[in-house]
């Protein structure tokens, strides 16, 4: 067949599928090699190239790995990036160990990883040229017109001036050095605080609380009205801000519940992003740092927020490396871009220790919030630690919300900032605190001087709801009035802004706290009938002829069931009968007349 003439085929054009975009593979692999036993050579490198100018996924990974181990001031050696990576469940990346092995046994001096790490940024530029070249192509083939390619071209062109003026070297250090005369014609006074009042732009803060004391129900609330330009907690309306909420705790129908019952919806979500369970690495690494703040450009957030901030961590957290880690991987780069953020941390067992974990949780942020529920629908929020003194010390805030059958009615749970009026009644008081106990004890003319034994029972026949303690202090409260005249420390309280309180006070409460007959509050069961009234005051013991002599006062107070004398301090503590003698505890022994 010699006759036949083969005839001619197209060749295909260069962006077939076996194009691959320009990188320096033998570079690459040389300085993830020398890394892993040199840091000299590791920061070096870090001085002309970071992560993204890496092109493959495998020696980015440990160059991601290596940085933290640099950070965290750890001996470098293919065995410990090894380990490293195999604790972050990733061997596969680097098939299975067998590229760290074979990079960590033949590497090049440290001096001479520099020069490599540049050929590795030259092919990072081209490569971020191809695909400006690539878009551009796309663009057209699309039909985009030419002010719309010049865009394109003139964004590229930014970017690559604001990489070159901001990325690595000399320049890119001494941009942190402080020009004095702007610097000093800076107003730093005139500080405006985010809406809600709890921090400044740049600052960073923690709310700390107790497992379902209705943290991320708060902040919720509040970034969302943050985010959409809304009032919080008595504080004027603000030009919206751009948010990023992270959150690894709550799943998207317990999201969905609680911000329609705030009264979001399509439409009102602002400038709030929310990432759900995002797929990023641990925080206090390197590559989770980059991760975040990766997100935090795409969103362009003014504030992060982190719910909850140890689901966020791979270190141990009673460990403080884990948390300086924290700081410098991810907060320190927030903090120096001006990025505000919110972390949202468990108590620890001892209250009066704060959060739980090591005590470096506290060292980078500006303020500390402790988050409390005091039952009936009221919540302290209180500020242990700050760096600056800015803005209030102490909110206490009422949580309202109203169910209409099993969900929970939109637009209806918010947080009102709760005022101390001296003009408005008690009545509106919330049951179960200091001041509806002390309003309801005046209001049945019960004496200021009346112990606690005393009040309680006189609490039980008014099914007025208080815990020991609130009893405690209301007693301390009467008593300490009475021995002022011309004095109104009543305490009157209310809620004018609110409206009437709700049957529940947040969504997931759990059933079962369903209102009984005679109840005063969800949760309180009534008293049965049948307590004790209050103990009759003795009769006097005046003489009653004229010129008879009136005995001499007991130096002690007496027990108001035997009738011999207490002991002072145990009087004076609120208590009328002797431990033995109270009904409840005691054992009642036989009155003096009675041995007679």
Not at 30 to 46: P, S
Not at 236 to 264: K, M
Not at 364 to 384: I, M, N
Not at 442 to 471: C, F, H, W
């Amino acid at each position: 067949m010699n006759n036949v003439r083969p005839l001619p085929r197209d060749q295909a054009d260069d962006d077939a599928l076996t194009r691959t975009s320009p990188h320096d593979a033998e570079a690459e692999n040389l300085v993830g090699g020398v890394i892993m036993h040199d840091r000299t050579a590791y920061l070096e490198c870090a001085q002309v190239l970071d992560r993204d100018d890496i092109y493959q996924p495998s020696i980015r990974l440990i160059w991601d790995v290596v940085g933290g181990l640099v950070a965290e001031n750890h001996q470098l050696h293919p065995v410990i990036v090894r380990a490293e990576i195999e604790k972050q469940g990733r061997l596969r990346e680097v098939d299975g160990g067998t590229l760290i092995d074979r990079l960590g046994t033949d590497y090049i001096p440290g001096p001479m990883a520099q020069a490599f790490a540049e050929r590795i940024a030259d092919k990072a530029r081209v490569r971020r040229h191809d695909e400006h070249a690539t878009r551009i192509r796309i663009e057209i083939a699309r039909g985009a017109t030419g002010e719309e390619l010049d865009k394109l071209t003139d964004d590229h062109h930014q970017r690559e001036q604001l990489r070159a003026s901001t990325g690595h070297g000399p320049s890119h250090l001494a941009s942190a050095l402080l020009d004095w005369d702007p610097f000093f014609g800076t107003d730093f006074g005139a500080v405006q605080l985010l809406p809600g009042r709890l921090l400044a732009p740049g600052q960073q803060i923690t709310i700390v609380g107790d497992g379902k004391a209705g943290k991320s129900l708060f902040v919720q609330e509040w970034l969302w009205r943050m985010a959409t330009g809304q009032p919080f907690l008595d504080d004027r309306p603000q030009t919206p801000v751009p948010l990023l909420y992270v959150d690894a705790e709550n799943g998207h129908q317990d999201i969905q519940e609680r911000f329609l019952s705030y009264g979001a919806g399509p439409g009102r979500m602002g400038l709030m992003s929310y990432a759900s369970f995002p797929p990023i690495r641990p925080l206090d690494t390197a590559g989770g740092g980059a991760d975040l703040l990766a997100m935090v450009a795409e969103c362009e957030a003014q504030l992060v927020c982190l719910d909850t901030v140890s689901r966020f961590i791979s270190g141990p957290e009673n460990d403080s490396d884990t948390w300086l880690a924290l700081y410098r991987h991810t907060l320190l780069p927030l903090k120096r871009q001006g990025i505000a953020s919110v972390r949202l941390d468990h108590m620890g067992k001892d209250h009066e220790r704060g959060a739980r974990g090591s005590s470096a949780k506290t060292q980078d942020v500006d303020h500390v919030w402790e988050l409390r529920a005091q039952g009936g629908g009221t919540v302290v929020l209180k500020r242990t630690h700050t760096r600056t003194g800015i803005g209030p010390d102490n909110f206490v805030l009422l949580r309202q919300s109203q169910r209409d059958g099993d969900r929970y009615r939109p637009g209806c749970t918010r947080h009102v900032l709760m005022t101390y009026d001296t003009e408005t009644h008690t009545d509106h008081a919330v049951p179960g605190t200091v001041e509806h106990i002390v309003a309801a004890l005046d209001r049945a003319g019960v004496p200021n001087d009346t112990g606690n034994r005393a009040v309680r029972q006189k609490l039980a026949e008014l099914q007025v709801p208080g815990s020991n303690d609130k009893i405690a202090e209301a007693v301390r409260h009467r008593k300490a009035r009475s021995n002022k005249s011309g004095i109104d420390v009543s305490g009157k309280r209310s809620a004018g802004r609110s409206d009437p309180r709700f049957p529940e006070t947040f969504p997931g409460t759990l059933p079962g706290t369903e209102e009984t007959p005679g109840q005063t509050f969800p949760g309180t069961p009534a008293e049965t009938s049948g307590t004790p009234p209050v103990p009759t005051v003795p009769p006097s013991k005046r003489g009653n002829g004229e010129g008879t002599p009136e005995p001499a006062a007991p130096a002690k107070p007496l027990c108001t069931i035997c009738d011999r004398p207490m002991n002072t301090d145990w009087a004076n503590r609120g208590y009328d009968t002797h431990l033995g003698c109270d009904p409840t505890t005691g054992s009642h022994p036989d009155m003096p007349h009675d041995a007679a």
